[in-house]
């Protein structure tokens, strides 16, 4: 009876826990910060492959809030002397023009502190990321802000984050011949890593510029992001 009772109490203990598990997954607020840089729209792959990243994460947090940049329509400015001079100005000190240049980055700053997810949707532009992501990235770089040098090494604060690149090209350059042509993922690895974003997992839609291939493409990019555990 004892031997009867202790596994019971093991199987009734193991059935809370998954409960608990289930809840936790489908009642935690998971909020996603979703970089778009494509000009395409709605013809977009790189969105389509961002679309169904975020589809997957909701399908085990449905009460996720998503908080949309769309860098394409809404672009940050490329950085000017008054943009440098606002960053390195302490901000007791800062002019009404300094107020004004720090307001993209401070509002850039802000939606990556605050989410807990963060996709970057990146079209392969000749070899390397759009121009208005790589300013969105300048504005985020922050010393004593979004990472600062102890003891001389650099430390990222931007820590706790997951980050999916969804990356979308004509070409294949994930492997083979072409694949030190790829500027994209590999910059962007180290620019997120040096702010503390190591947690970076990518998915790609290449080769759709092949003949016939398109289809298939975007068919195998989207099957690796439905067989990912999120």
């Not at 990243?53 to 940050?76: C, G, M, W, Y």
């Not at 102890?150 to 990356?167: C, S």
């Not at 070409?171 to 702010?195: K, N, T």
């Amino acid at each position: 009876m004892i031997g009867l009772s202790a596994t019971i109490a093991v199987n009734y203990g193991l059935h809370i826990a998954v409960v608990l598990l289930y809840n936790f997954k489908t009642t935690c607020i998971m909020k996603i910060l979703n970089i778009v840089s494509s000009i395409k729209g709605d013809a977009s792959f790189s969105i389509k492959l961002s679309d169904a990243i975020i589809q997957s994460i909701k399908k085990d947090h449905p009460e996720s809030v998503v908080t949309t940049r769309d860098l394409a329509h809404n672009p940050f400015p490329h950085l000017e002397e008054t943009h440098l001079q606002s960053f390195f100005t302490p901000a007791e000190s800062h002019t009404p023009a300094h107020k004004e240049a720090i307001k993209h980055s401070n509002t850039a700053i802000a939606e990556i502190f605050d989410a807990d997810v963060i996709i970057i949707g990146v079209p392969f532009y000749n070899f390397g990321i759009p121009s208005t992501l790589k300013s969105w990235i300048d504005h985020i770089c922050r010393k004593g802000v979004t990472f600062n040098y102890d003891g001389g090494a650099p430390n990222g604060l931007v820590t706790g984050k997951k980050v999916f690149l969804a990356i979308a090209s004509g070409g294949i350059y994930s492997d083979g011949p072409m694949a030190g042509y790829d500027h994209a993922e590999p910059y962007l690895r180290s620019v997120l890593g040096f702010l503390g974003m190591t947690d970076i997992t990518t998915f790609r839609v290449e080769g759709v510029n092949y003949p016939d291939n398109a289809d298939a493409a975007v068919a195998k990019g989207l099957g690796t992001v439905e067989e990912f555990a999120f």
